[in-house]
């Protein structure tokens, strides 16, 4: 009997500690997903069309977004490199007030406004539209969201006179943060020559 019971006592505390230790790593593991902030990094192909879908070209973009979820911060760093080899670059940050958030450029060139849709930090489309403060002005409209290839960004670009100028289909897809860096530099190298 005595047997018994300290056979059932030690099988109660290596039940008692698996179970423990189940949680903690549970918690271990949240706090690993709840990383703030957290950096994303993405490749994509951009294909640039008239209004009436004739092709312009095509783009390529590296991303790197920022995402502050104290601050209800995103922060972005875009390059887009054209089949010439030409490059630009775009860095503006997204204000949250969930659902909604509020655009701006690093260089006071455009701001938007625009409309999150799903959980908070886990939205799965969200649109928005983005004025440029240059002399000749125009808006853009867009609407982003993810599907089983990545991200899906449809955007068109309207004249002062709200006439469509151009429209672009985006694919992007998640890459590590050393592909980017490598990616980035080489971008960057072949942009100065």
């Not at 018994?4 to 790593?25: C, E, H, N, P, Q």
């Not at 008239?50 to 312009?56: A, K």
């Not at 007030?97 to 406004?113: E, L």
Request: hydrophobic share 35%; aromatic share 14%.
């Amino acid at each position: 009997m005595r047997i018994f019971r300290t056979t059932s006592s030690i099988f109660l505390m290596i039940a008692f500690f698996v179970i423990t230790s189940s949680f903690i790593k549970k918690e271990d593991d949240k706090k690993k997903e709840e990383k703030d902030p957290e950096e994303l990094y993405s490749m994509g192909e951009i294909k640039a069309f008239s209004p009436d879908s004739i092709p312009y070209g095509t783009y390529v973009s590296l991303t790197k977004e920022v995402m502050n979820k104290k601050e209800n911060l995103i922060t972005m760093k875009s390059i887009s490199i054209d089949q010439k080899g030409e490059t630009t670059e775009y860095n503006y940050t997204m204000n949250i007030n969930d659902p909604k958030f509020v655009i701006k450029d690093a260089d006071g060139k455009y701001s938007g406004v625009g409309k999150l849709h799903g959980k908070k930090w886990k939205w799965t489309s969200w649109d928005y539209s983005i004025y440029f403060n240059d002399p000749a002005g125009g808006r853009m409209e867009a609407y982003n969201y993810f599907s089983l290839v990545g991200l899906v960004v449809n955007k068109a670009f309207y004249g002062p006179d709200g006439k469509m100028v151009v429209k672009y289909k985006e694919r992007h897809k998640a890459i590590t943060k050393e592909q980017f860096e490598i990616l980035y530099l080489q971008v960057l190298k072949c942009s100065a020559k």
